[in-house]
């Protein structure tokens, strides 16, 4: 298969899964999200690390709120990504939801005064992504923003995708990464026992039945978002 041909069932796949997504009943989100980032807090991984990176949820993407207040109460230091050039990203570390600004896309980054934090000194990334399968291979918005930060790093990576969006193939290429580990709303995958046995090693989650699914840094406009108030814009 050619490197187009990739490409374009990378596309065709992030159209239909996002489609999809934007069709879940609030419900079913609502409880997923919480699952998934009360998940992520209990893993040992999270709860030991010192720094964390981690997305801000936006429209029908997973709202990391919950990790996002946890880290900032537990005393772990908190960055979050800003886009600075097109693939590229950094993070930079905010101490409150008072560090966010609108920027290019409706993002919600850390503003420009925010310290940016060397990957030398995370210890743990959450990881977003379109859709990805039990072998934690991952489909990402198409930016290469996560493949080139995680590619140069050693820090512990855990994607979160929602049951309902995972595939059972992803269309893949040399330079994409795979996470550590899976978190959905009904179990945990590490890739390194799924890699080694060729089968995903998991682990449902309480009360959960496990099944396997067939650019340049933009103007900002500060927000004043509290805990209790949506994180997505647009």
Do not use: W
């Amino acid at each position: 298969m050619t490197d187009l041909d990739v490409s374009e069932k990378k596309r065709a796949l992030r159209e239909q899964t996002m489609e999809k997504a934007g069709r879940l009943p609030e419900s079913y989100t609502a409880m997923a999200d919480r699952q998934i980032c009360e998940a992520v807090i209990g893993t040992p991984e999270y709860q030991s690390a010192r720094t964390v990176f981690c997305f801000v949820g936006r429209d029908s993407e997973i709202d990391t709120r919950p990790i996002l207040d946890d880290a900032l109460q537990s005393g772990k230091i908190l960055c979050v990504p800003k886009c600075i050039a097109r693939g590229v990203m950094e993070a930079r570390r905010i101490t409150g939801y008072d560090d966010l600004a609108l920027a290019k896309f409706g993002l919600l980054e850390p503003a420009s005064r925010c310290d940016i934090v060397l990957p030398r000194d995370i210890d743990f990334v959450v990881v977003p992504c379109v859709t990805c399968n039990l072998f934690c291979e991952r489909l990402g918005f198409g930016g290469g923003y996560y493949d080139t930060y995680l590619s140069a790093s050693g820090f512990f990576t855990c994607m979160i995708c929602r049951h309902e969006l995972l595939f059972d193939e992803i269309p893949m290429e040399g330079h994409d990464v795979v996470p550590n580990m899976l978190i959905t709303e009904k179990q945990t995958v590490n890739s390194h026992d799924a890699g080694l046995t060729g089968v995903p090693s998991s682990t449902s989650l309480p009360g959960d039945v496990m099944t396997a699914s067939p650019s340049a840094s933009p103007s900002e406009t500060s927000v004043n978002l509290s805990p209790s108030r949506p994180i997505r814009t647009g």
